[in-house]
């Protein structure tokens, strides 16, 4: 159910923006996580044994700036990511770790198309 909602989030179809297989993948998987972390709060990992792999638990974590630290009586100061001027889309997936590298991957794609900037409709413009 989790992947289908990160399939709703994340086109995975020939037509999604994001073209590159890998990061697709990548992308869902993380959006798949962010799903089950901020649904359950903590998602246990077990992976199979003859992996070699130990299970852990998968935990919401803290996402921003450090902006402090305290070693006595250990104590860390984060800025939020979620502040500023972050769109509704990045705030949402600031909530976990998660979502914020499933958003750093998005990042690249989300940009307009590349023009080319030579040729000769720019050899008309002369800089001064």
């Known amino acids: ?21 890998d990061d697709r993948q990548e992308v869902l ?11 359950q709060n903590a998602v246990t990992a077990t992976p199979s044994a003859e992996e070699g ?3 852990g638990t998968l935990e919401p974590g803290m996402v921003g700036s450090l902006t402090s630290a305290h070693e006595g009586s250990v104590g860390v100061g984060i800025q939020s990511l979620q502040s500023g001027n972050a ?6 997936l600031m ?11 998005i990042q690249r794609y989300l940009h307009g198309p590349l023009y080319e900037t030579v040729g000769l409709a720019w050899d008309a413009y002369l800089w001064p």
Do not use: C, H
Not at 3 to 19: G, L, Y
Not at 96 to 104: P, R, V, Y
């Open 1 to 21: 159910m989790n992947f289908r909602r990160a399939e709703r989030f994340v086109d995975n179809t020939p037509a999604s923006i994001i073209s590159d297989m």
């Open 29 to 39: 998987y993380d959006l798949t996580a962010f799903y089950l972390v901020l649904v």
């Open 53 to 55: 792999q130990t299970g």
């Open 87 to 92: 769109s509704g889309t990045e705030k949402f």
């Open 95 to 105: 909530q976990n770790q998660f979502g914020a590298m499933a958003w750093q991957i």
